[in-house]
């Protein structure tokens, strides 16, 4: 099998789990493409233990059967940026803070290898947002969000949306947010808007610092066709797409649409969205 393994660089607590899991990679005969920061850092510390890495590529352009992410959410969704749009599983390994998107705590890592071996884990497919105007100088994929924002000079902008070529509202706010489902427990979370089963097909379209009461959280299908154009005092806004953030001129607009392929997620069997939430958000816990 061949595995691709991306992870956090800031992983010190956790070296003697990693290391335990590359030599077993190399054990039972895995090969192993690698980021090259991921490389750089481990090669520092245990460099016999990563005999099993045949290929270090910061592109996509790589085959693998899985994909390792080794951190957070946001290594999560930089995993899915490196793996590109080939629809390799990825499998996470939680070393981060929630890691909603995360199959397995870093205590179950050196298991993982046997896990994948035996190909017991299910898959999930989930829907990105693709930012099609304007050009970006990044990979113009959100997983989680994209959001448009003020500047920091700004008071407040306005961002007029439209939803399937008709006028939906002029959101006066700090900024917008547009969710998929698996990212509704991220900023759109932390704004107030609806947790999302991760695999229903819709959008949340969530107002941040409203400067209106009715402004309120949407749900909308994620085969809409939605275009924001914000307005404001300021030359410039902020355009974030999973935390790639750039700066553009006010008046530009921003077309939404769902991307065409998937990103796939595995989990261990009998792993639940309500398992997760309960031990995320800590519902019910004594």
Same mark, same amino acid.
């Given at each position: 099998m061949k595995i691709a393994v *991306?992870?956090?660089? %800031?992983?010190?607590? *956790?070296?003697?789990?990693?290391?335990?899991?590359?030599?077993?990679?190399?054990?039972?005969?895995?090969?192993?493409?690698?980021?090259? !920061?991921l490389y750089k850092y481990l090669r520092a510390v245990m460099l016999p233990a990563l005999g099993a890495v045949r290929r270090v590529t910061d592109s996509s352009d790589f085959t693998a059967d899985v994909a390792v992410s080794i951190g957070g959410d946001g290594t999560f969704l930089r995993t899915a940026m490196w793996v590109g749009s080939k629809c390799l599983p990825i499998v996470g390994v939680n070393t981060g803070n929630l890691g909603y998107m995360t199959a397995l705590g870093v205590d179950r890592l050196v298991e993982l290898s046997e896990i994948l071996q035996k190909g017991s884990m299910l898959t999930e497919r989930r829907g990105l947002i693709e930012v099609v105007g304007p050009e970006l100088p990044t990979w113009p994929f959100a997983l989680n969000e994209v959001t448009v924002? !003020?500047?920091?000079?700004?008071?407040?902008?306005?961002?007029?949306?439209?939803?399937?070529?008709?006028?939906?509202?002029? *959101?006066?706010?700090?900024?917008?947010?547009?969710?998929?489902?698996?990212?509704?427990?991220? *900023?759109?979370?932390s704004v107030g808007g609806p947790?999302?089963?991760?695999?229903?097909?819709?959008?949340?379209?969530?107002?941040?610092a409203a400067?209106?009461?009715?402004?309120?959280?949407?749900v909308v299908s994620d085969s809409s066709q939605l275009k924001l154009c914000?307005?404001? %005092?300021?030359?410039?806004? %902020?355009?974030?797409v999973d935390g790639r953030?750039?700066?553009?001129?006010?008046?530009?607009?921003?077309?939404?649409r769902r991307a065409p392929f998937e990103v796939a997620v595995l989990h261990m069997p009998g792993q639940t969205f309500s398992e997760t939430l309960r031990n995320k958000l800590h519902w019910g816990v004594d």
């Open positions: *991306y992870g956090s660089r %800031r992983q010190d607590a *956790y070296l003697a789990e990693i290391e335990a899991f590359m030599r077993r990679l190399g054990e039972l005969g895995h090969e192993v493409v690698m980021h090259p !920061k924002s !003020k500047d920091e000079s700004a008071s407040m902008i306005t961002t007029r949306a439209t939803l399937n070529g008709n006028l939906l509202a002029d *959101y006066r706010a700090d900024g917008l947010i547009v969710a998929t489902a698996t990212g509704s427990t991220a *900023y759109n979370l947790i999302i089963e991760p695999q229903t097909p819709v959008w949340v379209i969530s107002p941040i400067h209106a009461l009715t402004m309120r959280p949407l914000p307005e404001a %005092r300021a030359e410039h806004f %902020r355009l974030s953030s750039v700066s553009l001129p006010i008046g530009t607009e921003v077309s939404l």
